[in-house]
């Protein structure tokens, strides 16, 4: 028998076409067209070719920029994986506690990053906040909004103390799905402690941490409202992220197509990020033979 | 080696076990001489791997003791009893090698590396992986990483005993009849005990010199595999090995016969009359099918043609009787009686076997 061809079915399509549009592709669109362009205001657009990109990628201070980036990146990745798992590992694996555990954990995650902004900021003050307050008490003079290095500690903290949480949630996840009989199997073998956690516990955590490596490297390279909130990308740029920076550039300066070009890039390299890690996880799919 | 003995064994899983369902395992004495090679038999669920872990020290009983010869090891673990255990389903280091998994329960017990790499040769060969030692054990079939199971069990020459959990479930056929035969080479050459938890019957009698059937938490019986087809010390033994299993009729019994809905039965010993619920098992190798008026009457309701026999499925006041026809039986017309052989016949009161006062007329059993 024939297949009937209905082709009709496609206009069920339709809703979600017209969604992505207006909520996607048409701003990005807007973006890509403002980043090949130049005004000079009354809405008068010259075409400007490939040149916005051309400035964007000799701009020392865009690439100061990304230097920023890629360091607080690294840092906070350097810092929550590790204490994710030990978290993870350290937590109760049933019973009252674990359910005690799990709900503090999650509560760092439930706040608006506003809110955690704000929180930090304050406790961070030397006169009123509760860790400034206490640093200026044993005689460090603490001052964020004054020298670089307290900044990035102030905003490095707060990120650690903001996601750590899903790291561990993650890795706890991952670490329930391992069958009793493989710690069983390792008590036979008489196992040490370190040789579950290096050859059961991390090898089946993989694909978890891998997730959890690519939610917080994306997160924390675009990450914009807490630093904005707590130094305003200061004192001076030395907490300027990538975000924080093309924001100034768009609405501060109001340099549309430096900011759009900028944008079109960040974009692509998250892009790639995701690209690769999807490839490897898709890699280890494959390998695992599932 | 040693001889393991459990004494006054029982084990809930919950914390206050309050009546005797409470309890996964119950009461329990046994002894596992050294040396030998026993089956765990039993239908999911009636506590064999519980009674496995206990033993390897996995789990801590709730009441009673385990003995390695005159040692209390009740509450010792695994490292201390020196026990080696398979699993039902493949645990592999998946980041090592074939090779690193086979050798890692020796490393940890800081064995020299030549003598490791001797014995993983070794172990290899047996499990037939001497080419993929190099090979990481990640992306290996599940038969394959069981084989690794297997061998990282046996790497072991020194230990006191090995219990295996079901470890043959998820390999191909041929390979368990491979693998089952190569245990059996490995017990015959170093006699560790070994106890062989299955719920196949054919894997239980071929693997062990004694079987040990468990159900609902109980050891029904153990012995030989001729003890466990001929005189079946309880009804689920007498169901659960076999196929099919023994037939089991209501029965009143009294002296040498019995009596099933008014039909006499010759039975092969007296009974005095046994109270409760009172049964007549027979194998189904025992039933005859004959003419005339001798036997049980039945309804006959198929033959089922298995190769080398036939299986006759009929039955009796509403309750299946089965027997066994020789290959290329031919029914003779009108057939429609069985007979048992009165000597194969055992009698049951709530599910127990009960002993004949006397033999009439039987070749000598077995004391049990």
């Known amino acids: 028998m024939d297949k009937v061809q209905n082709n009709k079915a496609w206009f069920l399509v339709l809703p979600v076409l017209v969604l992505v549009a207006f909520s996607a592709v048409i701003p990005l669109m807007t973006v890509v067209n403002y980043s090949v362009q130049d005004t000079f205001g009354n809405n008068v657009f010259f075409w400007e070719g490939l040149g916005w990109f051309e400035q964007v990628l000799t701009d020392s201070r865009a690439h100061s920029a990304l230097g920023r980036q890629l360091a607080f990146s690294g840092i906070i990745l350097a810092i929550q994986i590790p204490l994710g798992i030990a978290i993870a590992v350290c937590m109760p694996k049933k019973g009252f506690w674990a359910s005690v555990c799990l709900v503090l954990m999650a509560l760092p995650l439930l706040i608006p990053w506003n809110v955690v902004g704000t929180i930090w900021q304050i406790m961070g003050r030397g006169d009123i906040g509760l860790v400034g307050y206490s640093l200026s008490a044993i005689g460090i003079d603490w001052n964020y909004a004054r020298d670089p290095l307290h900044a990035w500690i102030t905003v490095v903290v707060m990120d650690v103390w903001h996601w750590t949480s899903l790291v561990a949630l993650l890795a706890y996840a991952g670490l329930q799905s391992i069958p009793q009989a493989y710690y069983q199997a390792a008590k036979i073998d008489q196992a040490s402690r370190w040789s579950v956690f290096r050859y059961i516990e991390l090898p089946k955590m993989q694909g978890v941490l891998l997730i959890a490596i690519l939610l917080r490297f994306m997160d924390s390279f675009m990450i914009y409202t807490e630093p904005f909130v707590v130094t305003g990308g200061g004192p001076g740029s030395a907490t300027s992220f990538l975000s924080i920076d093309l924001v100034k550039m768009a609405l501060g300066q109001f340099d549309l197509g430096p900011a759009a070009a900028f944008s079109l890039m960040y974009f692509l390299v998250i892009l790639l990020v995701s690209w690769v890690f999807y490839t490897i996880m898709t890699n280890l799919d494959k390998a695992e033979g599932r | ?368």
């Not at chain 2, 239908?43 to 009983?61: E, R």
């Not at chain 2, 479930?169 to 080479?185: C, F, G, N, S, Y």
Request: glycine share 8%; net charge negative.
């Open chain 2, 1 to 368: 080696m040693v001889q393991i003995t459990l004494d006054n064994l029982a084990h809930s899983y919950l914390p206050n076990p309050q009546s005797e369902d409470d309890f996964a395992l119950k009461q329990l004495d046994h002894v596992w001489k050294d040396g030998e090679a026993y089956a765990l038999l039993g239908a999911s669920g009636c506590g064999k791997s519980t009674l496995l872990n206990i033993i390897s020290g996995l789990l801590v009983p709730s009441r009673g003791r385990i003995l390695f010869g005159d040692r209390d090891v009740t509450h010792q673990d695994t490292v201390a009893r020196n026990i080696a255990q398979v699993f039902q389903f493949p645990v592999v280091y998946d980041t090592m090698s074939v090779g690193d998994n086979l050798a890692f329960p020796l490393r940890n017990r800081g064995m020299a590396p030549a003598a490791i790499a001797a014995q993983v040769q070794k172990i290899a060969a047996m499990i037939g992986m001497e080419d993929q030692l190099g090979r990481k054990a990640r992306g290996l079939t599940a038969d394959a990483k069981q084989k690794i199971s297997l061998g990282r069990g046996m790497v072991r020459e020194d230990v006191n005993a090995i219990l295996f959990d079901e470890p043959l479930t998820v390999i191909d056929p041929h390979m368990k009849w491979e693998l089952r035969t190569q245990l059996k080479a490995l017990h015959n050459e170093f006699g560790h005990t070994m106890i062989y938890v299955t719920h196949d019957q054919t894997e239980a009698l071929t693997f062990a010199d004694k079987v040990v059937v468990m159900h609902d938490g109980r050891v029904v019986q153990l012995g030989t595999p001729e003890d466990l087809f001929d005189t079946p010390e309880h009804t689920f033994v007498g169901y659960f090995i076999g196929s099919p299993g023994m037939n089991l009729i209501d029965a009143d019994v009294a002296g040498d016969t019995a009596h099933c809905g008014g039909h006499a039965i010759d039975l092969g010993g007296h009974y005095r009359a046994p109270q409760g619920r009172v049964q007549i098992g027979i194998r189904p190798e025992f039933v005859t099918l004959t003419t005339g008026d001798h036997g049980l009457p039945v309804t006959i309701k198929r033959i089922e043609d298995v190769g080398r026999h036939q299986i006759l499925r009929a039955e009796f006041a509403g309750k299946p009787v089965n027997a066994i026809l020789p290959e290329g039986f031919a029914m003779p017309a009108g057939a429609n009686r069985l007979h048992f052989a009165p000597d194969r016949i055992n009698v049951y009161a709530d599910d127990w076997r009960v002993a004949p006062l006397q033999a009439v007329a039987t070749p000598e059993r077995k004391a049990v």
